[in-house]
């Protein structure tokens, strides 16, 4: 009986044993897994801040090429700019140079100058035409010529000048002759439409030395006078308006 209780003793001290074996194994094979799963965490961390190093570095070097093309663009944009104020001062300068043709070329259609050349009086409202030079008084019934001529109210303002041999009448402007007509009393009338508003309107007894539908420049001459003494007479109307030709001429011619 007591071998068999000492048998039983030892088995169950046996058991005990192999207990704390197969306990101190797991805690062993969990230490193990513990550490592989710890290096296995290493190798992920390490693998993954790799990554972020090489993201890191590929978003170092793109953001160094952007630098570099933002610069290259805002060199070109100053490039640009210079090269826009350049064409801007360019269009600018031919603007006005443009401006100023056109106030040019339109200043010669705007009678403002002179209308006679050579030995000629401008006389003031209160000096008596000579009696031989008197405008005879105008019939009822006009001759047909007459009636060609352009009706200019009694009251319009005028230049009347006393012209000697050989002077001679001019356009005071550029444009074109609508009218040449001409009679014994009032010699001939001409009248010029200079196309922007102004027509200018020159009476006298000389020789017409233009025709209707002529052209002529600035300084054309007109009428040629032949007399010794004659008058001369000079209106200018625009848009309707008769003016005062002394505001509009140099007087000084």
């Not at 944009?77 to 001062?89: I, P, T, V």
């Not at 010529?145 to 005071?172: D, G, K």
């Amino acid at each position: 009986m007591e071998n068999s209780s000492d048998q039983e003793k030892k088995i169950a001290e046996d058991k005990k044993g192999l207990r704390y074996d197969i306990i101190l194994l797991v805690v062993v094979l969990l230490f193990l897994l513990m550490l592989v799963v710890n290096a296995s965490a290493k190798r992920g961390l390490r693998a993954q801040l790799e990554d972020s190093q090489k993201i890191s570095e590929m978003l170092r070097q793109k953001n160094t090429e952007l630098t570099e093309k933002v610069a290259e663009l805002e060199e070109r944009d100053g490039e640009q700019d210079k090269e826009l104020a350049a064409m801007s001062k360019s269009l600018t300068t031919k603007t006005d140079e443009l401006t100023a043709l056109q106030e040019k070329d339109a200043a010669r259609y705007i009678p403002n100058i002179y209308p006679l050349r050579g030995a000629a009086a401008l006389l003031n409202d209160d000096e008596e035409i000579p009696d031989d030079e008197e405008p005879e008084e105008e019939e009822e019934e006009e001759v047909a010529e007459e009636q060609m001529r352009l009706a200019i109210p009694p009251n319009a303002p005028s230049a009347v000048f006393m012209t000697s041999a050989e002077s001679r009448a001019i356009a005071t402007a550029e444009g074109t002759v609508t009218k040449v007509t001409g009679d014994a009393d009032k010699g001939y009338q001409i009248v010029l439409d200079h196309g922007n508003g102004y027509i200018t309107v020159y009476e006298g007894f000389g020789l017409a030395l233009v025709g209707e539908n002529d052209t002529v420049g600035k300084g054309s001459v007109l009428l040629y006078f032949v007399d010794d003494t004659s008058i001369f007479t000079y209106w200018v109307q625009y848009d309707d308006t008769w003016l005062d030709p002394l505001d509009n001429i140099d007087i000084n011619g």
